[in-house]
């Protein structure tokens, strides 16, 4: 993968490494099919305590599915968290966007996405804020689907 640096948006996303897109992903767990250097697939990185789970129809899910095998792991920090896929890192978020993305498995909305990141972080997740997040995750190749977003219906 080759190395640039992503413009900071919602939520603290900030694409660390990006290139070729993800198209390689295997399945979860950290795993690839085909990569060169690929992790051997009964192997996960150390230290994740989420990886997105694969989307079986993303062309019909009805919000935004992440590629799978994506793996979260939190910073020393304490207040951020970095994607990795096998041990390269590929982006680093806030608890907020890592709230959001183990939500995007396809089957929730984005205005269902803001609501149920909202309960379980105790506080407001603006909706158009979650649009601009997977509309980022989307350009940076980190989403298997595209979602449509219309700002016109999102309550601010």
Known sequence: MER???VKGAFGFIVVAAGSGLGFLGGCGGTASGAAGTMPPDKTLKGAYFTTPVCE???TAPGPAMEAGICLVRNEDGKSVSGYFEETCLFNVDETG???IELADGSL????IASAASKS??????PADVAAFFVSLGQAGFLKNTVLVNLVEIPA
């Open 98 to 100: 890592a709230a959001l």
């Open 121 to 126: 972080l105790g506080s407001q997740v603006n």
């Open 57 to 59: 129809y993303p062309e």
């Open 4 to 6: 640039r640096t992503f």
């Open 109 to 112: 909305t984005l205005e269902e």
